[in-house]
């Protein structure tokens, strides 16, 4: 059951207000740390006022950071007239999507709520982190003593760090873990505005993040609990062949890190039988016939021939750490088989593609050679044809081929675009061609700009649906911490690890890798010479692998 009772709120204080209209005075009183009490004195305490006898008053709130939660609202009116106040309300993940019609599809973003004369109020459950009030009223007038933010988080150590010479990728790290961090929730979600869900898919990147960063989280074996009880088989999970994929390579990652062989254990029964459903939908060629729905991401929706290549190489690798499972069950016969499988699918000829997630899959899978496929694909306009999801994979898939300059590229460019136009958290769909004539998602619309998320993000199915916190995007977190830091285990649950940084261009790097047993240190730094000068600190139980 998911532990509800590490969930705790914390009040945040609006950082700046960035708009209002002129019958709004005293509004940087909101800015003040709050107290979240009304109190009925001699002598009110001063509020900003919202007058709307001078027509509609309104004011446009920022609160500093991308946040999962609501408002709380304090207001003690000073005049006769005691009659609630209806005030319109309006979250954003964007300055724009707070100035326009927010969508109320998974989250109430857009509603009017009345707030009495002397007290407080609390309203929302979503993410959001502008927010906008408009009076409308025509005989009211608001005395608003306190404007905060509420946020849901889980209480949970962030045991793992990272922190290095470039700042911005300490912010690009930041903000990776952030977004996996807020969709810590109830269960393990995709995005905090929407969809709120949990996907299997979106899952896999956002466990690796947890894994650097908060070690053995519980939510991980409950949400994957959840959608293994509530999927029998022959059934997929969330109805996608490749997200039951999924489940098989995040319960590998699991045992790696952790090595909870009891809760291994309670996954293999239907661990055998999912493999033989996978066995099922292999051809007399080595060629995969899986069912609809047929998705690797957005990217390649609509795109047969991609699809098949990333089908083709998940199944490659959803096979092998199988067999890799089973054998570490005791099961060597079964392992065998489910390896000899991965023989004829490995040599299967697939449909050539210039689609780079597949082909980071086609890597991964040992479907292709690292720099082969880095050097005829990835390395091509490598800005271009990315999907913060399958992000991570190209970055796997480029490590993999030595291309760690390649790497720090994109994640300067391609995730620190998405800082460059204000975010605070990582988004579910960016292109870097939005950038040109871009606006900021934290400034007032400037008609001479495009409004990123109004006019992109178009799987969104809608305007200013594009979600800006979904965990799917939080792949550079794992990634700098296994291929900077260098850490990554080399037997059940981190007693050995390989340890094999990577400065690339930074002048140092220092951090944290959780462990069961206590956390790994490393620093790295560089020699005059240009070599790298590594330092490490292993908890007892920890040793370094013969590398």
């Not at 532990?3 to 708009?19: A, H």
């Not at 081929?401 to 204000?422: H, I, P, S, T, V």
Request: charged residues 20%.
């Amino acid at each position: 059951m998911p532990l509800s009772s590490e969930i705790k709120r914390t009040f945040l204080s609006p950082v700046r207000v960035m708009w209002h209209t002129p019958n709004v005075r005293d509004a940087e009183l909101l800015l003040r740390p709050g107290l979240g009490q009304a109190l009925h004195l001699a002598s009110p305490p001063p509020s900003c006022c919202m007058d709307s006898r001078e027509g509609v008053a309104s004011l446009l709130v920022d609160f500093g950071q991308e946040l999962f939660g609501g408002l709380q609202f304090v207001t003690n009116r000073t005049r006769p007239d005691k009659a609630p106040v209806k005030v319109r309300v309006r979250l954003g993940e964007s300055v724009s999507e707070a100035m326009g019609q927010p969508n109320n599809d998974h989250g109430v973003n857009d509603e009017v709520i009345s707030l009495p004369w002397l007290g407080v109020t609390e309203f929302g459950k979503t993410g959001f982190r502008f927010a906008r009030l408009d009076v409308e009223d025509p005989r009211a007038c608001l005395d608003l003593c306190e404007l905060r933010a509420y946020t849901y988080g889980r209480d949970l150590a962030f045991r793992g760090t990272f922190e290095c010479s470039d700042e911005k990728i300490n912010r690009i790290w930041a903000a990776a873990t952030r977004s996996v961090y807020l969709n810590m929730q109830e269960y393990l979600w995709d995005g905090i505005k929407r969809d709120r869900l949990v996907w299997m898919g979106d899952m896999h990147p956002e466990i690796r993040v947890i894994s650097a960063v908060f070690g053995e989280a519980d939510i991980v074996p409950n949400s994957l609990d959840l959608l293994r009880d509530l999927t029998p088989l022959p059934e997929f999970f969330n109805r996608i062949p490749s997200y039951s994929m999924w489940w098989v390579l995040a319960q590998h990652h699991w045992y790696l890190w952790h090595g909870n062989m009891d809760y291994l254990r309670q996954q293999e029964s239907y661990l055998r039988d999912l493999l033989k459903v996978f066995e099922g939908y292999i051809d007399e060629t080595g060629g995969e016939t899986l069912p609809e729905q047929r998705f690797i991401d957005w990217l390649s929706v609509g795109d047969d021939a991609a699809v098949h290549v990333g089908l083709q190489s998940l199944l490659v690798m959803t096979l092998s750490a199988g067999a890799d499972l089973l054998r570490t069950l005791g099961d060597a016969q079964a392992a065998e088989h489910y390896a000899s499988l991965c023989r004829p699918i490995q040599a299967y000829v697939p449909p050539a593609t210039m689609n780079k997630p597949v082909n980071a899959l086609r890597v991964l899978a040992g479907c292709g050679d690292a720099v082969e496929v880095n050097r005829d694909v990835l390395s091509h306009s490598p800005l271009e044809g990315l999907s913060t999801f399958y992000g991570y994979y190209v970055l796997l898939a480029r490590a993999a081929a030595g291309d760690y300059a390649g790497c720090f590229e994109l994640l300067r460019k391609y995730w620190g675009g998405m800082l460059d136009l204000g975010a605070t958290t990582f988004w579910e769909h960016f292109d870097v061609g939005w950038l040109n004539n871009a606006g900021r998602i934290d400034e007032l619309r400037d008609e001479k700009s495009v409004d990123v998320h109004d006019a992109y993000g178009k799987q969104g199915n809608g305007r200013q649906r594009n979600s800006f916190c979904h965990g799917w995007a939080g792949g550079p977190t794992a990634w700098l911490s296994e291929y900077v830091l260098g850490v990554s285990p080399a037997s059940p649950g981190c007693r050995t690890v390989h340890i094999r940084p990577n400065l690339v261009d930074l002048k140092w790097a220092k951090g944290t890798i959780p462990a069961p047993v206590g956390e790994i240190e490393v620093s790295l730094s560089r020699n005059a010479d240009g070599t790298t000068a590594v330092k490490t600190v292993l908890p007892d139980g920890v040793r370094q692998a013969d590398d």
